[in-house]
């Protein structure tokens, strides 16, 4: 039952971050929505990834929407008839849940995996850096790319 | 009762991928909708941050279900990682068209229409 309520909470957490007025309020709700994946991960037994998922998503992108929110003031508000498409969130929500119960359920089995995977018991961080050591190259690559963006943006313009 | 009781227990638990699955769908289908709907540039990229947090979970019960969680855990900490400077870029861009523009409404980007 624990389970269940925690996939409830994130689907309410996700919904409150997607309608709310403020966006500073959004973005509390995107790091409760951060908090509640954390404990789902504690919960399924991996908790490295919880530990990167709360200090991470549930804290710096939370103080970077934060802080940009701030910064911008009356941007973040809502657009012209923005507001009016988005309060039918919920209901679009409940349909398409409806829909997709109806129609998936009757395939559910077809999730059951054909054979559990008995591999050889690796720790997270030998597989990372020993099976998966391209995809931390392209992480590092990503870094770099993103900070010369960042330099970009908000570099100092020289006076002509 | 006791049927109810067993059916709960047996429904309501970790191993039930089904429900996982159901969940990180929905999770998927909020965002998207934040993404189509949302005319302000930061509720579009807030909608991407819930899009990616269906995704990660989607990945997490996959691999909590065949047994391999340690591969799951390593490819979500990659994920967050590359997250974050998605976000960084995307908060970046949105602080320069609101200085330029003044506002963060996606339908007065038409400088590049053709």
């Not at chain 1, 789902?40 to 991996?46: H, I, S, T």
């Not at chain 2, 047994?67 to 967050?80: H, L, P, R, S």
Request: charged fraction near 15%.
């Amino acid at each position: 039952m624990i389970h269940l309520a925690i996939l409830i909470s994130m689907v309410l957490t996700s919904l409150f971050a997607a309608m709310s007025r403020s966006f500073i309020y959004a973005a509390m709700w995107l790091a409760l929505l951060s908090a509640t994946v954390a404990v789902a991960m504690f919960n399924m037994g991996a908790p490295w990834a919880a530990v990167f998922e709360l200090s991470v998503c549930a804290g710096l992108i939370t103080v970077l929407f934060a802080g940009t929110a701030s910064m911008l003031g009356k941007g973040t508000k809502y657009a012209q008839n923005e507001r009016r498409f988005m309060k039918y969130l919920p209901l679009g929500l409940l349909v398409f849940g409806v829909c997709l119960w109806v129609i998936s359920y009757p395939y559910a089995d077809l999730l059951k995996p054909s054979q559990i995977t008995q591999t050889t018991p690796m720790m997270v961080g030998d597989i990372i850096w020993q099976l998966r050591y391209k995809d931390l190259i392209g992480q590092i690559c990503m870094f770099v790319a993103g900070v010369l963006m960042v330099k970009a943006f908000f570099g100092r313009v020289k006076d002509e | 009762m006791n049927e109810i009781l067993n059916f709960s227990a047996r429904f309501f638990t970790p191993d039930n991928l089904y429900l996982d699955w159901f969940t990180a769908v929905l999770l998927f289908f909020i965002g998207v909708y934040c993404m189509a709907g949302a005319r302000n540039m930061l509720r579009t990229l807030l909608g991407m941050e819930i899009s990616s947090k269906g995704c990660m979970f989607a990945l997490l019960s996959a691999g909590y279900t065949i047994g391999n969680i340690d591969f799951a855990q390593a490819i979500i900490m990659i994920m967050i990682g590359i997250e974050v400077v998605i976000v960084a870029v995307g908060l970046g861009l949105i602080i320069r068209s609101y200085a330029q523009k003044g506002n963060l409404d996606v339908l007065d980007l038409k400088n590049l229409r053709g």
